[in-house]
């Protein structure tokens, strides 16, 4: 079975310095990866999406995740916090290989960012 | 191009009614998805819905049930509510093809509150 493990319920960080989100993952597939955004009263947005290609994944407003196959992880980053980013970001496995499957989601990590 | 809709935003109901939540799919999609977000959870799959049937369900009872319509659009229905149904309904619509994981986009969700 898919899951996903994000080590941090709550990340803290100055503006101008960098994000690291943990998140470790389970998969008996090739996994497809994602990391999803969520703005208060608002929607779940795409950050970026690991299937198997590169495994340094490009994503918006300049984050980005490594898969690493060996640790069974996907940690997503950031150089430079901007206090927009404050916002709560799951981690995500897509339920097996194949076509557009039940997302699995993580429990969540709330990032503040300090002016 | 209209995203994902749903409707109504905000929804109360008392212990024991009926309720149904819709969802318009992003142009193009044909694949619907629902996901209950209690508060302070991520997000977690109810079912899926394709070619007007269900395809995928998650770990939710036969309380909870849907219909998707040939217009692509679906309906989540949830009867004899409890007061633990109270939650964020998330839709998802994306595209459905073998072999291929489609990005899923989100709505901005309705919100249940049982009382």
């Known amino acids: 079975a898919q899951s996903v493990t994000q080590l941090d319920s709550h990340v803290s960080v100055s503006e101008g310095t960098p994000v690291l989100l943990r998140c470790n993952y389970s998969?008996?597939?090739?996994?497809?990866l994602f990391w999803y955004v969520q703005h208060p009263n608002k929607g779940l947005q795409l950050l970026l999406k690991?299937?198997?290609?590169?495994?340094l994944v490009k994503g918006i407003n300049g984050f980005e995740a490594e898969f690493k196959k060996s640790e069974t992880s996907f940690h997503l980053t950031k150089p430079s916090a901007h206090m927009s980013d404050a916002a709560e970001y799951f981690c995500?496995?897509?339920?097996?290989?194949?076509?557009?499957?039940?997302?699995?989601f993580g429990t969540g990590t709330l990032l503040a960012v300090q002016p | 191009d209209a995203g994902v809709t749903q409707s109504p935003t905000h929804l109360i109901k008392t212990r024991g009614q009926q309720v149904t939540l819709r969802c318009s799919p992003k142009s193009g999609h044909d694949t619907v998805s629902w996901y209950q977000q209690a508060l302070g959870q991520g997000p977690q799959f109810i079912f899926q819905y394709y070619e007007e049937e269900e395809r995928q369900r998650g770990n939710f009872p036969d309380r909870f049930s849907g219909h998707q319509f040939p217009n692509y659009s679906s309906e989540l229905n949830v009867n004899a509510l409890l007061l633990g149904d109270s939650a964020l309904y998330l839709c998802?619509?994306?595209?459905?093809?073998?072999?291929?994981?489609?990005?899923?986009?989100f709505g901005p969700g309705t919100r249940l509150t049982v009382t």
């Open positions: 998802a619509s994306s595209l459905q093809r073998a072999y291929v994981d489609y990005e899923q986009y």
């Open positions: 998969s008996s597939y090739s996994p497809s």
């Open positions: 690991y299937t198997s290609a590169a495994t």
């Open positions: 995500v496995v897509s339920g097996y290989g194949g076509a557009t499957n039940k997302l699995i």
